[in-house]
């Protein structure tokens, strides 16, 4: 029989080790073994940007936390490097400026924990978009309401430099609700980083710019590819290949395939499809939103707020042509942007009007989607991205 004092010296021993225990687990985030992180863009009354880690083992999550520098950190982009993070806001950047303001986060790799660097003007109105050069030597941010496209230059410690340039748009189009003046609402990079593709919902155009090394855009050789009157393109992807490209329409509920020259960055029209099902009519109360595709380059997902849809497309790999695969619905309203997996296993959609991320286990093969019974609760969320850790 242990006698009652060495009893006591171990029950001590064991409060000792538990209390030390517990204050670890309190005090620092949880770490994610797997090094694969979430993070969500919100809008106003939300808790800025979240962030999860992700356990792809068991496809769980964890609540790493939040930062609320500003409010509406509505679009997000993370440095090539995967070392930094960048979010546009609403919100205005000084007392005495009526700009939005773009942040720059320092990632830490270990717990997916953002840290503030630095904020510039997005020296433009109700900025919509951010997206970061594939050399890691630029950011650009999207002006929506001022229709205007912003560049600043990464530094080495991946803060921003002031304004490199600005390229302001003018005109209109032939929708008096929403197109009474042009309204920048991407702007996304070649894969080499030469040309920058500015999808324009105001004037039906996708602009394309020349870009300098030291930040400056001119036009390109052909400086835009039009898009049907009244289309309103809204977001734009390149094929794995560099030979394709499509746009996402808002207003006219359509996806447009260009082909590209890659020496002189031009499109051509190929296709405009619908991404309605058959029996659904659309109406000014539907709007399509975000356009990704695979990594394998076999299909493409695009969005639609209204039905709340995703619509799958199927790519030939030698036409760039779409075939319609299928709908699926996004379990919550009005979806928003959305990510692709970068191993292309699952892909998660962002519905503002259900404060909810919901997660979809993707068939290879066929494309198709089937809800994993996943949700992750965010307030207002209208972006997610991932990052893995090497």
């Given at each position: 029989m242990i006698p009652y004092s060495q009893l006591l010296f171990l029950f001590l021993l064991m409060i000792i080790f538990g209390m030390t225990a517990c204050g670890e687990e309190t005090d620092r985030p949880e770490r994610i073994q797997s090094g694969e992180f979430i993070y969500t863009g919100t809008f106003s009354d939300s808790e800025g940007i979240n962030i999860f880690g992700f356990d792809r083992s068991g496809s769980t999550f964890s609540n790493i936390g939040s930062v609320m520098d500003r409010t509406e950190p509505n679009f997000l982009a993370i440095h090539p490097s995967g070392n930094f993070l960048y979010a546009v806001s609403g919100q205005r950047f000084s007392e005495d400026s009526n700009h939005g303001t773009v942040s720059a986060y320092k990632i830490d790799r270990e717990t997916g924990e953002l840290e503030l660097l630095n904020e510039r003007s997005t020296e433009g109105q109700g900025p919509a978009h951010v997206s970061a050069d594939p050399l890691g030597r630029f950011?650009?941010?999207?002006?929506?309401s001022s229709g205007n496209l912003s560049v600043f230059a990464v530094q080495e410690d991946g803060s921003l430099s002031e304004v490199t340039d600005i390229a302001q748009h003018e005109g209109r189009s032939v929708n008096e609700r929403r197109q009474r003046a042009a309204h920048v609402h991407a702007a996304d990079p070649s894969p080499d980083g030469r040309f920058?593709?500015?999808?324009?919902?105001g004037i039906d155009k996708i602009k394309i710019y020349q870009v300098s090394d030291s930040g400056e855009l001119t036009p390109a050789e052909t400086p835009y590819a039009e898009?049907?009157?009244?289309?309103g393109p809204r977001h734009f992807t390149i094929h794995p290949d560099g030979e394709f490209a499509y746009s996402v329409e808002e207003l006219s509920l359509t996806v447009a395939v260009y082909s590209m020259e890659t020496?002189?960055?031009?499109?051509?029209?190929?296709q405009r499809l619908s991404l309605l099902p058959d029996d659904v009519e659309g109406d000014e109360g539907m709007s399509a939103a975000d356009i990704h595709i695979s990594p394998d380059g076999n299909h493409l997902y695009a969005t639609t707020r209204g039905p709340n849809i995703l619509?799958?497309?199927s790519i030939d790999e030698n036409s760039g042509e779409l075939s319609v695969v299928g709908h699926e619905s996004t379990r919550g309203g009005h979806p928003r942007n959305f990510?692709?997996?970068q191993n292309g296993e699952f892909l998660l959609v962002a519905n503002r009007d259900d404060d909810n991320v919901v997660m979809f286990f993707r068939d290879s093969e066929t494309g198709m989607l089937e809800p994993a019974g996943i949700e992750l609760v965010v307030p207002r969320a209208v972006f997610v991205t991932q990052l893995i850790v090497d």
């Amino acid at each position: 029989m242990i006698p009652y004092s060495q009893l006591l010296f171990l029950f001590l021993l064991m409060i000792i080790f538990g209390m030390t225990a517990c204050g670890e687990e309190t005090d620092r985030p949880e770490r994610i073994q797997s090094g694969e992180f979430i993070y969500t863009g919100t809008f106003s009354d939300s808790e800025g940007i979240n962030i999860f880690g992700f356990d792809r083992s068991g496809s769980t999550f964890s609540n790493i936390g939040s930062v609320m520098d500003r409010t509406e950190p509505n679009f997000l982009a993370i440095h090539p490097s995967g070392n930094f993070l960048y979010a546009v806001s609403g919100q205005r950047f000084s007392e005495d400026s009526n700009h939005g303001t773009v942040s720059a986060y320092k990632i830490d790799r270990e717990t997916g924990e953002l840290e503030l660097l630095n904020e510039r003007s997005t020296e433009g109105q109700g900025p919509a978009h951010v997206s970061a050069d594939p050399l890691g030597r630029f950011v650009y941010a999207s002006n929506y309401s001022s229709g205007n496209l912003s560049v600043f230059a990464v530094q080495e410690d991946g803060s921003l430099s002031e304004v490199t340039d600005i390229a302001q748009h003018e005109g209109r189009s032939v929708n008096e609700r929403r197109q009474r003046a042009a309204h920048v609402h991407a702007a996304d990079p070649s894969p080499d980083g030469r040309f920058l593709y500015v999808s324009d919902l105001g004037i039906d155009k996708i602009k394309i710019y020349q870009v300098s090394d030291s930040g400056e855009l001119t036009p390109a050789e052909t400086p835009y590819a039009e898009s049907e009157p009244g289309a309103g393109p809204r977001h734009f992807t390149i094929h794995p290949d560099g030979e394709f490209a499509y746009s996402v329409e808002e207003l006219s509920l359509t996806v447009a395939v260009y082909s590209m020259e890659t020496q002189t960055g031009a499109l051509q029209p190929v296709q405009r499809l619908s991404l309605l099902p058959d029996d659904v009519e659309g109406d000014e109360g539907m709007s399509a939103a975000d356009i990704h595709i695979s990594p394998d380059g076999n299909h493409l997902y695009a969005t639609t707020r209204g039905p709340n849809i995703l619509t799958i497309f199927s790519i030939d790999e030698n036409s760039g042509e779409l075939s319609v695969v299928g709908h699926e619905s996004t379990r919550g309203g009005h979806p928003r942007n959305f990510m692709i997996d970068q191993n292309g296993e699952f892909l998660l959609v962002a519905n503002r009007d259900d404060d909810n991320v919901v997660m979809f286990f993707r068939d290879s093969e066929t494309g198709m989607l089937e809800p994993a019974g996943i949700e992750l609760v965010v307030p207002r969320a209208v972006f997610v991205t991932q990052l893995i850790v090497d």
